[in-house]
């Protein structure tokens, strides 16, 4: 069966009562036969559920149907984004190990990099996006991992997958992409040469703003490195989560689908708007990097940005405008969410510091939801105006 059905149709098991949906798992822990059982599965001379900060079927549900995705061996769940990227590197780098990152990535793995991962002795080198033939020369004796995301957040940058794919497998270092901003659907990165690909499942896998959520997939290897690391610090997803992602899966080929064609609508409508300076997204051949993106993306995402004309007063004017939009900091919603950066999630920054990383004043970011299309560009169209 092809992956959309698959995502569909394999299921958790179901209870005596033959429940159609797949019953909710929701227990902390398993019971034993016997005393002989027991001891089997502590000693893992028997596969079984024990404890749920191991595991528990909604959770192996929800792995396995991102691991098809992803084409990955094995994957592993945790209960936030944050918790995934934080997991793997507690389980795969120690004392004096560095990595190698580019620039623009989310918020909290930037203050994982230079505020807390050093407190291991664990250093972090920024690279720019746009000049990997350079990566090279930053890599150290003691680098063990190159970490990047594609697009970037709120750029919406592309980094060439299949070179840094080149470049890790030459150096023999470690490639690990956060993959959230792409979903499965659109971006593959174990397929450029990617070891390990993280999501945070807030985003479009929930698709919905309601359960947080992360998962790591890549090889049984790394897998199993990361899962000895988890199942003792204890980041583990809520079955109830996992339920609901593996739920909202059903759907994600479609949703995708659907988030793509009206953002780039959106986009070419922004583009030719006489209050838009500039639009960024993958799938406009106007994106510095366009080739690229088709070169490693099925479809362009559902984020929007754009450089409105008249800076930070207009931006938040805009904002403000808004009728139907939501102003939150989540994205990859079923709703259209806008948010601007410079007044809000970045505005404790100088505005020097802030183009170092891309965020003009003037810049709005847009996560296009999946209302209809008409009523999406009718709330934009009366805000601009
Ligand atoms: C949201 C996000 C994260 C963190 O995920 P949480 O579920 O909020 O912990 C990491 N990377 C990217 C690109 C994100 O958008």
């Given amino acids: 069966m092809k992956p959309q059905t698959q995502l569909i149709r394999n299921q958790a098991e179901r209870s005596q009562h033959r429940e159609h949906a797949v019953p909710l798992y929701f227990t902390s822990s398993y019971t034993f036969e016997d005393s002989d059982q027991m001891a089997a599965l502590f000693n893992e001379e028997e596969e079984g559920f024990i404890y749920s900060r191991y595991s528990n079927p909604n959770v192996d549900e929800f792995v396995s149907k991102m691991a098809l995705l992803e084409g990955a061996e094995s994957g592993w769940a945790t209960a936030s984004g944050m918790a995934a990227i934080f997991s793997t590197f507690g389980a795969l780098l120690g004392q004096g190990d560095h990595i190698l990152s580019s620039r623009s990535v989310f918020g909290s793995t930037h203050r994982l990099f230079t505020e807390l991962l050093p407190k291991w002795g664990i250093e972090t080198t920024y690279v720019p996006f746009d000049d990997v033939d350079n990566w090279e020369g930053q890599i150290q004796e003691n680098t063990k991992v190159i970490y990047l995301e594609t ?34 659907i659109n ?28 998962v790591i997939l890549g090889s049984n290897k790394l897998i199993d490195q990361i899962q000895a690391f988890a199942r003792h610090t204890g980041p583990a997803l809520s079955p109830y989560n996992a339920w609901t992602f593996s739920k909202s899966l059903e759907t994600l080929p479609l949703r995708v689908e659907r988030h793509n064609e009206s953002a780039l609508d959106i986009a070419k409508r922004l583009e030719s708007h006489p209050r838009v300076k500039w639009v960024k997204y993958p799938f406009l051949p106007s994106h510095p990097q366009y080739e690229i993106a088709k070169n490693q993306m099925q479809g362009g995402g559902g984020l929007v940005t754009f450089e409105i004309e008249g800076g930070l007063v207009a931006g938040k004017k805009f904002l403000d405008s808004l009728k139907m939009f939501s102003l939150t900091a ?5 709703r259209s969410i806008a948010t601007h950066p410079a007044s809000t999630t970045h505005s404790k ?18 996560s296009i939801g999946l209302e209809y299309l008409d009523d999406i560009w009718e709330d934009l169209s009366q805000a601009l105006a």
Avoid: W
């Avoid at 750029?155 to 470049?167: F, R, S, T, Y």
């Fill in 330 to 334: 989540n994205l990859g919603d079923s």
């Fill in 349 to 366: 920054l100088t505005e020097e510091d802030r183009l170092k990383v891309g965020i003009t004043s003037g810049l709005i970011r847009l």
């Fill in 151 to 184: 697009p970037t957040n709120p750029g919406l940058d592309i980094i060439d997958l299949k070179k840094v794919g080149e470049l890790a497998k030459r150096k023999n270092l470690l490639l690990i992409v956060d993959n959230c901003f792409a979903t499965p």
């Fill in 187 to 214: 971006q593959r990165p174990l397929d450029f040469g990617a070891h390990l690909s993280i999501h945070s499942a807030t985003k479009y896998i929930d698709g919905q703003g309601r359960g947080m959520g992360g």
